[in-house]
């Protein structure tokens, strides 16, 4: 498919696809912000650099590097985009009141030309593998060079990507350099036409991961008000994991009657919905979001909020990182990593493998089916000495692949 055909396409489908994206049904949540996906919005001007993080894992792997960057150019003015209000969300956690963003421009020509005439970037920087033709060219006309960072591209994304081979050949071309996470990904994007000359592999970002004092302070505090109970988080669990969380809960129960599951839903659109599940099915329930207290009698604390992850899996004992047990491809498991937490995760976790495949080679992650996330839970609270080797062996994962971050910029500047 050329880019013209592409074009015609979107064309055709622009507005069954906008209706698809706004249907009421899935609550999408921008904050009045929603026109900016069109191209509209308060003109930004000149901007030194542009980084584009599509949701949640690709704006926290954008913060460490964009602080890294900002140490060597303090006085450079950078223009943040995401495709999610969680991304957004993040990204506010951590540049408050610094931060300059807008929502990204939905791929539809029209709407890409109106945010390049209120935004002139020089350079443009994605995160991961967000890859839009018309994006591409926009910024190919305007001598922006492009680079991918932090570019990870899946066996399956790959097969995608083959089924266009013409429209994926210019995606590529469009491409001034590629920082791969692994050699296997950094083939997959040679396979598809990219040059030798504009790759590297560079590792992930994600492995150089910070985790400030206030979080960890924050997390301590949640913690002894805990008391002495077991607690495991289910972090970022998608539509039908509440469920199977829950029900792992109540098995686990059984034989700690005393354990506290903190239920971290990914999406802010789906808290109220989780929240009424609670209640049908009769939990002794807390909600962060209402700052109602957990006392001995709370079985499960909604944690209802944004942009505290980190505090929370500071609380927690155990992490069990979810969509992995619907099909949307896992989590970021290093995050657990970095507080030594032992880590549980479902069969589903292609978007995760080699870093999922290390931790549990370590010995830090365990892969289960929904049926076997009680007693499994039940093992690492039953052995202290067990749950803390499992921890360590994570955090050394972490710590032996770090450095990312220096490669990268190295090769950006």
């Known amino acids: 498919m050329s880019r013209f055909l592409y074009n015609l396409a979107l ?26 996906h069109f191209g509209f919005g308060p003109r930004i001007g000149e901007v030194d650099l542009w980084v584009h993080a599509v949701s949640v894992g690709e704006s926290m792997a954008a913060i460490a590097l964009i602080k890294a960057w900002r140490l060597q150019y303090p006085k ?56 839009w033709p018309n994006w591409l060219a926009f910024c190919r006309r305007r001598d922006i060079p492009v680079k991918l960072v932090n ?35 950094a083939a997959r994007f040679k396979a598809l036409g990219l040059p030798a000359s504009k790759l590297t592999v560079t590792g ?4 150089d991961l910070e985790v400030s004092h206030e979080q960890r302070a924050a997390g301590q505090a949640l913690a002894e008000g805990f008391g002495e109970r077991p607690v495991w988080i289910a972090a970022s669990t998608h ?17 700690y009657p005393e354990a506290l599951l903190l239920l971290v839903p990914r999406h802010p659109q789906r808290f109220d919905e989780v929240a009424k599940l609670l209640e049908r099915q009769d939990w002794q329930a807390a909600r962060r979001s209402r700052e109602q207290p957990v006392g001995l009698a709370t079985a499960v604390y909604l944690c209802d909020t944004m942009g505290e992850m980190m505090t929370l899996l500071a609380a927690a004992q155990v ?38 495949d290390a931790l549990v080679a370590a010995g830090n992650c365990q892969v289960v089916s929904a049926n076997e996330l009680a007693p499994a839970l039940a093992a690492l609270f039953a052995d ?24 990268s910029l190295e090769l950006l500047a």
């Open 204 to 207: 992930s970002v994600k492995f």
């Open 76 to 131: 450079a003015r950078l223009l943040l985009t995401t495709s999610s209000r969680t991304g957004y969300d993040r990204l506010k956690a951590a540049f408050g009141d610094k931060l300059v963003h807008c929502y990204a421009p939905y791929d539809f020509w029209p709407c890409v030309w109106l945010f390049f005439r209120r935004v002139k970037p020089k350079a443009l920087w994605v995160m991961e593998t967000e890859l």
């Open 319 to 356: 992490a069990v990182v979810a969509g992995s047990f619907v099909n949307v491809g896992g989590h970021n498991l290093l995050e657990p990593a970095a507080f030594a937490l032992p880590t549980l995760t479902g069969p589903v976790y292609f978007n995760f493998k080699d870093i999922t």
């Open 239 to 255: 539509q039908g994991e509440d469920t199977l969380m829950l029900a792992a809960h109540k098995a686990l129960r059984e034989q």
């Open 384 to 407: 202290p000495a067990k749950r803390q080797a499992a921890g360590q062996a994570g955090l050394k994962v972490l710590e032996a692949n770090s450095g990312a971050i220096r490669r």
């Open 151 to 185: 570019a990870r591209l899946s066996a399956s994304s790959a097969k995608r990507y083959r089924r266009f081979a013409g429209l994926s050949r210019g995606l590529m071309l469009g491409l001034d350099k590629v920082l791969a996470q692994t050699a296997e990904e």
């Open 11 to 36: 064309l055709c489908l622009f507005p069954l696809i906008v209706l698809w994206l706004y249907w009421p049904g899935r609550k999408p949540d921008f904050a009045g912000r929603a026109f900016e």
